[in-house]
């Protein structure tokens, strides 16, 4: 099937933390294409994708970038599909340069802005997104607030039964 995510980052660097949003998407059977674009090292080329995107039957972009993280905020202005933005933890400033890079959009131009890292939640947002007109995605998203609900649960059952000190030595001893 044609993708209908666009997963794209900056740098192949940014690959390590990009996987959480691949991952996800996988998992919720959303097809995606994924592709390095830069902002700064490949201009021309990120024009060229942000303005065929839809075209090409993609219906959201994930967008992930460092430092200078103009990839985001320069495809949202280039395309009429929603962009979700994914801060990329940095060497020197920890990604809070990323975060305020891609959360700081002009009026008229939005980005949607996940967490330093959490490429993760990306991809969750945008499996919601396609799932507001697809009623077996919406089914899935609902079983996985049920899963994550009762695993919540299940902690507080252990909590429970075996007491906060051995719930954190077992906890200290697993990782
Ligand atoms: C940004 O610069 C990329 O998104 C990456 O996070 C950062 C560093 O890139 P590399 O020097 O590792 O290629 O454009």
């Known amino acids: 099937m044609a993708p209908l995510v666009g997963i794209i980052m900056g740098?192949?660097?940014?690959?390590?933390t990009m996987q959480?949003?691949?991952?996800?998407?996988?998992?919720?059977?959303?097809?995606?294409?994924?592709?390095?674009?830069?902002?700064?090292?490949?201009?021309e080329r990120m024009v060229e994708y942000?303005?065929?995107?839809?075209?090409?039957?993609?219906?959201?972009?994930?967008?992930?970038?460092?430092?200078a993280a103009h990839l985001p905020g320069m495809v949202a202005s280039l395309t009429p599909l929603p962009v979700i933005g994914v801060p990329v933890p940095s060497r020197h400033l920890q990604g809070v340069d990323s975060l305020y890079s891609i959360v700081q959009?002009?009026?008229g131009i939005p980005v949607a802005t996940v967490a330093i890292?959490?490429?993760?939640?990306?991809?969750?947002?945008?499996?919601?997104?396609?799932?507001?007109?697809?009623?077996?995605?919406?089914?899935k998203v609902q079983q996985y607030r049920q899963t994550l609900s009762e695993s919540?649960?299940?902690k507080q059952e252990k909590l429970e039964e075996v007491g906060y000190e051995e719930y954190l030595r077992q906890m200290q001893s697993a990782e």
């Open 11 to 16: 740098s192949d660097s940014d690959l390590p």
């Open 20 to 43: 959480g949003a691949i991952a996800v998407c996988e998992e919720f059977g959303v097809d995606t294409e994924v592709a390095i674009i830069s902002a700064h090292r490949t201009p």
């Open 50 to 67: 942000a303005k065929s995107a839809h075209q090409r039957g993609i219906k959201v972009i994930i967008a992930g970038a460092g430092g």
């Open 105 to 107: 959009m002009p009026a």
């Open 117 to 139: 890292g959490n490429a993760k939640n990306a991809g969750l947002l945008a499996v919601q997104i396609l799932a507001t007109h697809q009623a077996e995605l919406l089914n």
């Open 152 to 154: 919540v649960m299940a």
